[in-house]
């Protein structure tokens, strides 16, 4: 059974979007045993009141301070100690619940998170891991953006936990890992990537070698690594082609009625691949290696996006993913020593 704690004043347009996303989650996930609402109490209430139920499970937890987006993260974490992502994270240091999300500030809801849980045994920093749909099957990119300037041990610790995390999400068996480079031949990389190259040969993990960014999108790999300044751009920008190649099929579409004509007949296609890229599906990114569950949101994650994060958060907890982690980093760092 999971606790979750919802920091329901993060996002572009919380709270009512995040309090239904996380309600309807909380009906309908038979796992969840206590949902924890955290924020301003009027406004929380207000956003329960417009639900058509709102199961007994629930209970909103006050928090008088939000950070904002455009927050510098630690700083608003240390001043704002009264905060909603600050106050739901203390619900899992002091026990109350197994996992928060949060769909506010990232770099707040790393800080705070790692600040206040730590990271886990033989952990150095945390990465963000975000599921992406490829043409075979979807892949665990990390980091996308927790830890910007990785050393390769850091790296090659985020390789075991995208292992784990493909494994028991995914349902993925021995998954091959990818090292995100300029090139797939073994020399290609700058220091810190040609040094985790050779610290993923020794892990005894499932690694394939280099691979470009072309390649995860190809099926090549079941997790592609690298640190969190590449991952982030390499995130940003796909979701951008896709939003963009999406309006340029729309305008197109519009300039003559033949290809009106023949986007009716293919709506149901548009449609299954509309719904294949869509971020809100996969709900929210884990942010692995800290001593609990978290799960950050997209600022303008939609009330399924807010459902899908919260299952994704009590799918965590029900599979003990962080004991599996430790473990499975452990076994990589007795290799690598």
């Not at 920091?7 to 919380?14: I, K, L, R, S």
């Not at 309807?24 to 996930?29: D, G, K, R, V």
């Not at 969840?32 to 199961?55: D, N, R």
């Not at 949060?102 to 998170?113: E, F, I, K, P, Q």
Request: net charge negative; with cysteine; glycine share 10%.
């Amino acid at each position: 059974m999971a606790r979750i704690a919802v920091d329901a004043m993060g996002g572009d347009f919380a709270p009512e979007p995040i309090v239904a996303g996380a309600v309807s989650a909380a009906e309908s996930q038979p796992s969840i045993e206590k949902l924890f609402l955290v924020g301003q109490t009027a406004a929380v209430e207000a956003a329960l009141a417009a639900q058509p139920s709102v199961p007994p499970t629930v209970e909103v937890v006050e928090a008088a301070e939000v950070v904002a987006m455009d927050e510098a993260p630690v700083v608003a974490v240390r001043r704002k100690r009264d905060s909603s992502i600050s106050r739901a994270v203390d619900l899992v240091r002091k026990g109350r619940a197994d996992a928060i999300f949060s769909a506010g500030n990232t770099g707040a809801a790393v800080a705070a998170t790692t600040l206040k849980l730590r990271t886990l045994e033989g952990v150095g920093r945390p990465a963000i891991a975000t599921i992406v749909p490829s043409n075979r099957r979807p892949f665990v990119m990390l980091d996308a953006g927790a830890t910007p300037d990785a050393t390769a041990e850091m790296i090659c610790q985020f390789a075991a936990m995208g292992c784990v995390c493909c494994e028991e999400i995914l349902g993925v068996a021995n998954p091959a890992v990818g090292l995100l480079s300029i090139g797939e031949e073994d020399a290609k990389g700058n220091e810190v990537t040609k040094a985790a190259f050779e610290l993923l040969q020794r892990s005894g993990l499932n690694f394939v070698g280099n691979v470009e960014s072309s390649d995860l999108f190809e099926g090549k790999v079941d997790v592609g690594v690298c640190d969190g300044f590449v991952g982030n751009i390499v995130l940003k920008t796909s979701e951008s082609v896709a939003r963009s190649l999406g309006q340029w099929v729309r305008e197109e579409v519009q300039k003559k009625l033949i290809y009106k004509a023949g986007a009716a007949l293919c709506r149901g296609a548009f449609t299954a691949i509309k719904k294949k890229a869509d971020p809100a599906v996969y709900g929210g990114a884990p942010l692995l290696g800290v001593n609990g569950v978290c799960i950050i949101g997209h600022g303008s994650s939609s009330a399924m996006a807010a459902h899908n994060a919260v299952r994704v958060g009590a799918e965590f907890v029900e599979h003990g993913i962080n004991p599996k982690i430790s473990e499975c980093v452990g076994r990589v760092a007795e290799a690598i020593a």
